[in-house]
């Protein structure tokens, strides 16, 4: 059996937000999409079935996190992480830039690559681009992403001018070093901090390279709303049409809604799944924290149109308690809740640009979220 | 629609060991039955469906932790703890007497009843033995046990004789509270410390106040096998063929087997679920801890044989990851394979009751868990 090529299919544009399909050897994704993280070759708080059962399509895993702890050499030897962790739809890999640039005040990056301390043990561990893109590999993700420097914040134009170019040659390091299978795609990483005119270079530059899809990382990394949305703009602009790009990290669902605006296909953010494990569920009204007291005796759903296991089975009461007595069924329960809401909101973008209403969708969407949370029980 | 009467019905004999039936108000449960503990209203780490499916038929919940959160007015207003927590099967509550005495070190006793700190948030609370069946009656359990008082181990006579005074007085007023409602039963709890003239005593005085099950209590409270096993007999021995007998809080498998062919058809332990959320998984072959390190590349399930999501979709080498990385999951699977382990257990024990072939079904239990583990994978 032979797996099908990597390809990404444009379906529909509409007010600058596209649905389209990616294929891999794991299966297909419909885009915009958002990835669940699982970063220790779970997501937490969930069984792949229970993920599945939300709507996701891929996931993403951390290399940072899986390099040191099993080791990539052991997932391999264990047929691959969709075998490890019973996951058999697509998988991301993120390469562990990010990681050891926010977990590492230690590391030392010089042009070769990064030399970094284990957070677990403080063991020394030394990554280049190539050995990022063997680890991946060795993991068998679908699609793998470059290793690249995360450009600091704040960061002078000297600076991020010289963060990009490392971040530039090391991507076409990984170009080089990626062994091309079928169903398995390389995407580079726009950086260029928060600077237009080198978000654009960095695109351009990588289009030039030339990548099975293009990410966009280094933003909420601190700075403002409209500063993100400007870089994410420039970035996005010099992009082929034809090919997925992805936002790194981000985000809360008013940020993913304005950046499917800008043209955006895939999202990955550990929201939902933090927020689930301390009381916090996203809804069609905002965010509601289920630990308040006024939620104790409450008989109704969290949210009577969402069917997922929380809302369809447990009143706010029973989560209320479950998360105050620290129960892990709360976890598990809002965890689930939350990858629900952003599942279907991801499917509700997707109907709306397929039927050519999207502006208006997220219009309401967002309209409802400001509306904040139903009056309390009395 | 009108509940069925509480009833057992005593379907085999064979060496000692019964197999039954109890009918409830929510459902039948098939004895020789292992109740997994529930005791915030939840079976920690699993979903109800989950616990549904290891063959759990009835949960136990804890009267002490529910009283003081959320209140047993809160779960009443809520339509009931079945409908608060999602479990439509029979629920048994015991009545707080244990927790009352192993949690609580400043608790007073007086005949009237007990007061005590919460340990939760030092409160005092006072708990008589009508108001333990209040409680319990508010939850709305299917079964319904007596407060009682644990007696102390080690007790003198004099001091084992006054407790077990005050047990049988309570035990009276929990008969007189009791109200009846079809499908809902009140059990006796036979205490007497060590002294088995003691147990005999209290089983024939109980079965003199008329209860519609008796269970033991105030066993494997720091005493060896064989003087519990002693308690265990004389306890039992005075009770009627056609009422349940409920050995409360025991425990291991090899425990369970010796306390079946005693005539016990009912049981509750924390054991498979707390092993389950600190890696000891419970197999044919023993007892397996998932953190030790020659589990790490070992890519055998846990146990070949055992249907369960752990052992069906999952290497040991990945319960191992997880239990070593604190993913919630691990907790999650190894607490369904242990009640999985535990609900086979019961139904063998059944189905070697109906065929006559208990004491070998016993033996040949017993002899697989002495082989020990699997040989290290090499």
Same mark, same amino acid.
């Given at each position: 059996m032979t797996a099908p090529d990597f390809g990404f299919s444009l379906l529909d544009v509409c007010a600058g937000a596209r649905r389209g399909k990616i294929t891999t050897a794991h299966g297909t994704v419909d885009t915009p999409a958002f990835m669940p993280v699982?970063?220790?070759a779970t997501v937490k708080a969930m069984t792949p079935q229970a993920v599945s059962d939300t709507g996701a %399509?891929? =996931? *993403?895993?951390? /290399?940072?996190?899986l390099m040191l702890r099993p080791g990539a050499e052991t997932v391999a030897a264990l047929g691959g992480l969709h075998k490890f962790m019973n996951w058999r739809r697509p998988i991301l890999t993120d390469s562990g830039g990010? %990681?050891?640039w926010s977990l590492n005040k230690l590391r030392e990056i010089d042009a070769e690559g990064v030399t970094f301390r284990s957070h677990l043990d403080g063991s020394r561990h030394h990554l280049t681009p190539e050995r990022a893109v063997e680890i991946q590999d060795m *993991? @068998?993700? +679908? =699609?793998v992403m470059v290793l690249d420097e995360c450009t600091d914040h704040p960061a002078t134009r000297d600076q991020a001018e010289e963060s990009l170019r490392l971040t530039l040659d090391w991507a076409r390091r990984c170009r080089d070093a990626f062994p091309n299978r079928p169903g398995h795609g390389l995407f580079g990483i726009v950086q260029g901090g928060m600077y237009e005119d080198l $978000?654009?270079?960095a695109a351009r530059a990588l289009v030039g390279i030339g990548f099975h899809g293009y990410a966009i990382g280094g933003l909420s990394v601190g700075e403002d709303r409209v500063t993100l949305l400007a870089m994410l703009e420039a970035a996005v602009s010099p992009l082929p049409e034809d090919q997925p790009r992805y936002l790194? @990290?981000?985000g809360r669902p008013a940020d993913i809604l304005q950046a499917v605006a $800008?043209?955006?296909d895939m999202? +990955?953010?550990? *929201?939902? /799944? $933090?927020? @689930?494990r301390t009381s916090k569920a996203f809804t069609r009204r905002g965010e509601v924290n289920l630990r308040n007291a006024h939620h104790s005796q409450d008989p109704r759903p969290l949210d009577d149109q969402c069917p997922c296991p929380a809302c369809r089975d447990y009143s706010r009461a029973y989560l209320h308690h479950l998360m105050r007595s620290g129960e892990i069924l709360g976890a598990m329960l809002l965890t689930g809740h939350n990858l629900r809401f952003y599942q279907d909101m991801m499917a509700g973008i997707r109907e709306a640009v397929a039927t050519d209403t999207f502006a208006a969708f997220s219009a309401a969407f967002l309209g409802e979220i400001e509306t904040g949370d139903i009056p309390e029980h009395s």
């Open positions: 699982g970063t220790a %399509q891929m =996931i *993403l895993a951390n /290399t940072y996190h990010f %990681q050891i *993991l @068998g993700a +679908d =699609i $978000r654009e270079e790194m @990290g981000v $800008r043209g955006v999202f +990955d953010c550990v *929201l939902p /799944t $933090r927020s @689930g």
